[in-house]
């Protein structure tokens, strides 16, 4: 059972913000996500909530108690570090069954735990090896192991993933799922990785300079970014961006074309003479007698489907995606259309979102 | 060097700003700790603060008991140190002081008047010293070039027996002194080089030799290749390479190092002792012989060690960075 | 792409119009190497050749006769020589005493300095200083120092009077014979020397452990006590061994301290195995090939500790 509220809590370092006054609820049994390029204040709000680092302002709370000056190791909270942090001259055994012996638990609930512990991960055959000689999947399930055996209330996770190739990361990525929902235990988890955050995060909080940006399910921060910044970042490749001109019901983008603004659109936009046109690669479609048109720039081929850049005018370059499996030669004059239900508009100062009115009837993010 | 294998960051979080070592305790704590390495470093540098001192006293202040701490200094000990003195006659020591009066001595024919003496000329300890410099000067040059040469060599190419070779020479240097000066004291005499300049030059570079190599090599093996493959590809020769590219990079390693060597010269003692007299003798053999009036001459002695330590402790502080590496031959950093 | 051990002779070269005949790259290696190894050989392995060959004979090398072959006579005489033994166990007493006072301090003053504090990077520099002057000058000061009418060591210890105070160096106390004292004042000043060197030598390793090793055992609960026997102490123990291997090597040839500070008296207290060598070999009688043996049989001690010392090194290297 674990509930964590951040209220108001900020980092600073001299006069360098590193996390400006955060609030945040992590229910119990969510998976909550930070996410962010590096220097984005993720890991540093990670460790305010462990205890590794103090903070210079707000609290923070578990289940209702504050902590926020509590030593780390009286949080009942356990941490996953990205380096694994095993004690290599013992073995996989003892790391794992380490905390609780400084805990000083009797013999054999130790064991009783480990054999648990040992059974989930399946790392059974690996106990009386040195961590040094396991591969970097391996280390990461015995620290995960570590920090299960204690049945902390909440797990931290500053990065696991990021030491490890590509192939092992895709199946841990799995694991540590498949482990979240059988534990059913809140978990916060760091990492730059947007691909990891949409998979494992229930909620994600998309943070940049110090600042969230924006706290949503995967769905919502995927088809509803608030800002410039969280559409960029999400999905790869990020949103199409397009600087418009917005003039007679139409948004008037580089090279003449011009996209009539879709229904539930006008009056939010009334006013404005310039918005940032949003609209993700699968949104749009090649079709002959395409509203917009540019000419080829690149494919990327990836086999299931392609990716057309495709260059509208004055090097304002938008991401297509594509199902033909045959490229189109660099300078094709190609034609396409966007889902006008999948279309978002951007302030180009603020950068924030500008609302829809009320959503069409029988729209749902796809 | 890392037994737990380092991915991340070589820097360490802030270990200050952890909850449980913010608190006013562990402040204290390390407040505490930082007065108690001043207070040990003080005592450290104690012996070579009271040194320092007794260069400046006079000999009657060194000898006093308790000793003083508090004294009116005197160059009177670089005075013994540096110069021949004979003692004047009568009439002799009426022209100086009438010189004096108008100023026309020198400080430390001032300060041998005091004793009734004149100064005639500068001292042995002179010659000594500048034989030190000479020697030291000359020697590290010629092992640094030798090695960084060898250094580059074994760096870069798969030379037959490499490791045995580089083993061979690093145990050339744990020889003691004494051992091999006995076999080379007698080939001296018969080469006759014994007590010249260029025996002790041959000898210091020699021993120094090993030293640089590994050093050298140590540096070298940082630089990536790739900077030379690139030379080489684009229509360079070796040699090319070797002096407009690798030579450049390693310049702040090889200055580390003729540093360390010049050090080694500079200190050098048992072998100026036995395959010297006079005149190739360096200084550090010249100093403990100083002998006065009624004994050991103190202040000279000061003088002299003070002199000679202080080129020493300026290049320490500039070597710094370079002091763990300098000292276990190159493998290990800093 | 040309590998390193390709002749370059590049077409490539010849295209940017280079005409000098360059140098292979074997050619390059034997120039570089060959110098180095000459001279290695020439001042250092033939003396000892040399050596060996008059450790079997009787030569003196102020005596106008030419060397007498005596086999092992000098190898024997050594070796029953009680007075020999005696002083290898003064040199074996000193390396032990030192190189374990400065292992210890070396390591507490590691610890103490590991935080950054404040002037923590000038500190540690300034207290490298006395191994990087000369130890022969060093002896000197510490004579003084130790000097029992006006050195500053019995000012310090509250006995101005001498009569009533040590005398380090002459191993009299309030008068009266101590032995053994000498030899501990060469000690203290050995181990004022180089403990800085061996703490600097933790130092490296303590700022190789990274942090969050700590951190996870700070979250685990791990006591003190755990923290250092189980992260600091694993990391540390290669460099303090690199360390005392280091002085070992180092004690057993320790001759410029000595002669700066006792000359090996008072009598024979502390003299050293390597004065000892030099009185032999360049002192009285001048007994060459005495010595000789001798120097030997120190050397076969030196290269011994000397070969472990070194392949650790390179396994060190390695690791890094």
Known sequence: MATIQLSGVEKKFGELHAVKPLDLTI???????????????????LRMISGLETVTGGRVFLNGEEITWKHPSQRDMAFVFQFYALYSHLSVRQNIAFPLQAQG??????????????????IGHLLSARPGKLSGGDQQRVALARALVRHPAA??????????????????????????????????????DQVEAMALGDRIVVMSKAEVQQVGTPIEVYYDPANLFVARFIGSPGMNLVASRIAGGAAEMPGGNRYPLPAGWAKPLGGRAEAVLGFRPEAARVSPDGALAGEVYATDMHGGYTVLHVNMAENEIVHIRSDRQTSYPMGTRVRFDIDPKAVRFFDPKSELAVRREAPVRGEVAR | MARFEQHGPRVPVAHATRVDKVNPRAQATRRIVAFIALIIAIIMLLPVLIMGMTAFKTRSDVASSPPKLLFKPTLEGFMYLLTDRAVANASRLA????????????????????????????????????????????????????????AYAFSRFKVPGKDDLLFFILSTRMLPAVVVTIPLFLMYRQLGLHDKHLGMIILYTVFNLSFSVWLLKGFIDEIPREYEEAALVDGYTRMQAFFRIVL?????????????????????????????????????????????????????????????????????????KYLLRGITFGAIRG | MPSINTPVSLPGASLVGRSRRHLSDRAIQNLFIWPTLILLIAVNIFPLLYSLYLSFTNFSAVSGKPPIWVALGNFASILNSEETWRYFAATGRYALMSVGMQTLIGFGLAMLVRRKFFGSGFITTLILVPMMISPVVVGLFWKL??????????????AGNPARGVDMLASRFAGKPMPGLALIAVVIVDVWMWSPFVMLLVLSGLNAIPEYLYEAAAIDRASPWFQFWRITLPQVSPLLLIAVLFRTIEAFKSFDLIMGMTGGGPGDQTELIAVHLYRQAFLGTFKTGYSSALAYIILIIIIATSNMYIKYLNQIKGEA
């Open chain 2, 248 to 320: 450049p990079q390693a310049v702040t390693g090889i200055a580390a190092t003729t540093v360390f060597c010049l050090i080694f010269a500079w200190n050098e003692y048992a072998f100026a002792l036995m395959l010297t007299s006079q005149r190739a003798r360096t200084a550090p053999p010249s100093i403990p012989s100083m002998l006065g009036r009624g004994g050991i001459e103190w202040t000279a002695i000061a003088a002299g060690s003070l002199g000679f330590l202080i080129p020493v402790v300026i290049v320490t502080f500039a070597l710094r």
């Open chain 1, 27 to 45: 229910n119990d049994g969510e998976f909550v996500v930070l996410l962010g390029p590096s220097g984005c204040g993720k890991t540093t709000t």
């Open chain 1, 155 to 192: 797990f931290l996770m500053d990065e696991p993933l990021g030491a490890l190739d590509a192939e092992m990361r895709e199946s841990m990525r799995a694991e540590i799922k498949n482990l979240h929902i059988a534990q059913h235990a809140t978990t916060v988890y760091v990492t730059h």
């Open chain 1, 105 to 122: 638990q009797k013999r054999d609930i130790v064991d009783k735990r480990l054999k648990e512990v040992v059974d989930i991960l399946h």
């Open chain 3, 145 to 158: 120092i130790y000097n029992p009418n006006f050195g500053f060591f019995n000012f310090v210890l509250g």
């Open chain 2, 95 to 150: 022209e100086l002081e009438a010189n004096a009066k108008q100023g026309k001595l020198s400080l430390f024919n001032r300060i041998a008047l005091e004793n009734g003496q004149e100064i005639i000329g500068p001292s042995a300890y002179v010659a000594r010293l500048s034989n030190s410099v000479i020697i030291a000067g000359i020697s590290t040059a010629c092992s640094v070039i030798l090695g960084v040469l060898a």
